[in-house]
């Protein structure tokens, strides 16, 4: 039997990994307590898209496990053993401001979380493909000190750079920057996963995400930018965008892009903790002004914003993220959504589950 065991499985990109895998391995074992809802509050629960999973997938098999209760994972580890082929950890607190909140809560699940999922993988599935959801705030503020030019409508990086081609690759510094409580937590993890790959030479690989989207994602106020803005464009609730004169840019890579980089990682993997940066790249990115743009013109609908002059702290100015090390590692691989059809979809998913 093959088993692939997805954390975060209601989740935005845990659900996308639980329908591709879905028809490759025998039983997906998905891990979620949806604590996103504790986060976010009950709009941004996560049931919805567990139940669904549990309707459409036959073989898929839910364990409302908290990734911090090493007793409850340790039972579903001894119950699929080294049958385990692959594990996808997704399951996070995602958010910069809610780390604040709760500093303890914010690292016990980020990095005590990913060092048990591990050290079960090491002591029960050590043949297993682990690949982690890692993101660009493991760089924290660095990338605000490149040359940046203030265009009509976003910041853009000098042309004479060299990230201008294709954005910020893998050497990037994550030291001595302000990462916020929530990015270092993730740099916990991102270097655990490293660290696992190298010392015990497991199939480990981190992927560093820039903003990760999709229909299925549950947007919330302080994450989830592109599914939240097009909820408040649907609905007309207000939205808010704070600092940089709203012309930051973001690449945004859709969650079934980056689950087809998990299989072909999965399918040819590289021992020694790999590091890739995944994102939109030069395929896809925006800044807040030209996102608010297109979310009006696919719902024909006038945003209701507002502007803040403070920006959130830790907060990346231009970050576009160079996918080139993993194009040359994965030729196969290329991205299939661009921005305009992964909003599309958005916004479809949204009117589809509140049609009102």
């Known amino acids: 039997m093959k088993v692939a065991l997805i954390t975060g499985a209601g989740g935005l990109i845990g659900s996308e990994a639980v329908e591709f895998f879905a028809d490759k391995f025998d039983v997906i074992?998905?891990?979620?307590?949806?604590?996103?809802?504790?986060?976010?509050?009950?709009?941004?629960?996560?049931?919805?898209?567990?139940?669904r999973l549990q309707n459409d997938y036959a073989?898929?098999?839910?364990?409302?496990?908290?990734?911090?209760?090493?007793?409850?994972?340790?039972?579903?580890?001894?119950?699929?053993?080294?049958?385990?082929?692959?594990?996808?950890?997704?399951?996070?607190?995602?958010?910069?401001?809610?780390?604040?909140?709760?500093?303890?809560?914010?690292?016990?699940?980020?990095?005590?979380?990913?060092?048990?999922?591990?050290?079960?993988?090491?002591?029960?599935?050590?043949?297993?493909?682990f690949i982690f959801t890692s993101t660009n705030k493991v760089y924290g503020d660095n990338p605000n000190f490149l040359p940046l030019v203030e265009l009509e409508t976003r910041w853009e990086i000098d042309q004479n750079h060299p990230y201008f081609e294709r954005g910020i690759d893998e050497q990037m510094s994550i030291d001595h920057t302000t990462h916020s409580l929530f990015g270092a937590s993730k740099v916990a993890a991102d270097v655990l996963v490293q660290e696992y790959g190298r010392y015990f030479n497991m199939k480990t690989a981190v992927f560093r995400g820039g903003c990760l989207t999709g229909p299925r994602h549950s947007g919330a106020q302080l994450h989830g930018f592109l599914s939240y803005l097009m909820k408040c464009a649907i609905t007309g609730?207000?939205?808010?965008?704070?600092?940089?004169?709203?012309?930051?840019?973001?690449?945004?890579?859709?969650?079934?892009?980056?689950?087809?980089?998990?299989?072909?990682?999965?399918q040819q993997p590289r021992t020694g903790g790999e590091v890739y940066n995944a994102g939109g790249g030069r395929f896809a990115n925006c800044s807040m002004q030209e996102a608010i743009a297109l979310c009006e013109k696919i719902t024909d609908?006038?945003?209701?914003?507002?502007?803040?002059?403070?920006?959130?702290?830790?907060?990346?100015?231009?970050?576009?993220?160079?996918?080139?090390?993993?194009?040359?590692?994965?030729?196969?691989?290329?991205?299939?959504?661009?921005?305009?059809?992964?909003?599309?979809?958005?916004?479809?998913?949204?009117?589809?589950?509140q049609p009102a």
């Open 237 to 266: 609730q207000h939205y808010t965008v704070f600092g940089y004169k709203g012309k930051q840019v973001r690449d945004n890579i859709h969650s079934h892009d980056l689950v087809n980089m998990f299989w072909h990682f999965y």
């Open 29 to 51: 074992v998905g891990v979620d307590n949806n604590m996103r809802s504790y986060f976010f509050g009950e709009q941004a629960s996560t049931d919805w898209n567990r139940a």
């Open 59 to 129: 073989n898929y098999r839910h364990y409302a496990a908290d990734i911090r209760d090493l007793t409850a994972l340790e039972a579903i580890f001894r119950e699929y053993g080294a049958d385990i082929a692959l594990v996808v950890h997704t399951a996070a607190q995602p958010s910069h401001d809610w780390a604040a909140r709760e500093p303890f809560t914010d690292f016990s699940v980020n990095a005590t979380g990913t060092l048990n999922m591990l050290e079960l993988t090491r002591q029960h599935a050590p043949e297993a493909v």
């Open 301 to 353: 609908n006038k945003m209701n914003y507002s502007y803040s002059d403070q920006n959130r702290i830790g907060d990346h100015i231009w970050y576009v993220s160079d996918v080139s090390r993993f194009e040359q590692h994965y030729p196969g691989w290329q991205f299939k959504y661009d921005l305009t059809s992964t909003l599309t979809q958005i916004f479809n998913e949204l009117r589809e589950r």
